[in-house]
């Protein structure tokens, strides 16, 4: 009864234990298909091209590395929307929106000093600091709480 | 916008986590609440307003 009584009284923070497990899962899954992702973009950006550099080949490689890039956050993107409460989608669609801003600022600065710049890639640059934005509005308003 | 939501909870010795679970949102979601950083969308409001058997304007006022 005592033990009954207990689980009871705490049935709230076991709901939270689970929802951080599936939190915890998704992010781990984020984390495997960022790796995934980063290992086969080195190659089809750098290796392959070393291969074949301009080929019919290597250029559908590219293409499908970016489709399924694309298809893979759109997915992960779902999961995690469905998991989260309204005050995490908020903040989700705040940091969206710096990486958004971020993203058009730095394309107008590759475009217009892109060779000035120490990229090789200028647009894949504009990619990592766009998603370093997002993922700094994230932590930042993390830790405001 | 100030809430109850804090003295409500430790009234019933709840802990965050444990208020946020019987709620079905994140331990981070009662923080903003409380600390006022965050006002509830209305379903949410009224889930709030369920759990302590009170109605939305016992818990929350809208009075600066």
């Known amino acids: 009864m005592i033990n009954n009584d207990a689980r009871e009284a705490s049935w709230g923070e076991r709901n939270v234990e689970r929802r951080t497990r599936r939190r915890w899962a998704l992010a781990g899954a984020g984390v495997a298909t960022s790796i995934v992702f980063g290992l086969a973009g080195q190659y089809v950006t750098s290796v392959g091209r070393f291969v074949a550099p301009v080929s019919d080949a290597a250029d559908a490689g590219s293409l499908l590395w970016a489709v399924g890039l694309i298809l893979a956050a759109a997915i992960l993107f779902r999961l995690i929307w469905r998991e989260i409460d309204e005050v995490q989608r908020r903040r989700l669609v705040n940091a969206a929106a710096v990486g958004g801003v971020a993203s058009m600022a730095l394309l107008l600065l590759a475009q217009a000093a892109g060779r000035m710049l120490p990229f090789a890639e200028p647009m894949m640059a504009v990619f990592v600091g766009a998603a370093a934005a997002l993922i700094s509005a994230i932590i930042f308003q993390r830790i405001r709480g | ?64």
Request: glycine share 4%; aromatic share 8%; proline share 3%.
């Open chain 2, 1 to 64: 916008m100030k809430n109850r939501l804090k003295v409500l909870r430790a009234e019933r010795n709840w802990s965050q986590a444990e208020l946020a679970g019987r709620l079905d949102v994140s331990r981070q979601a009662v923080n903003a609440i409380e600390t006022g950083k965050y006002d509830p969308s209305l379903p949410l409001a009224f889930r709030i307003a369920r759990l302590f058997a009170m109605s939305i304007e016992e818990i929350f006022d809208d009075q600066q």
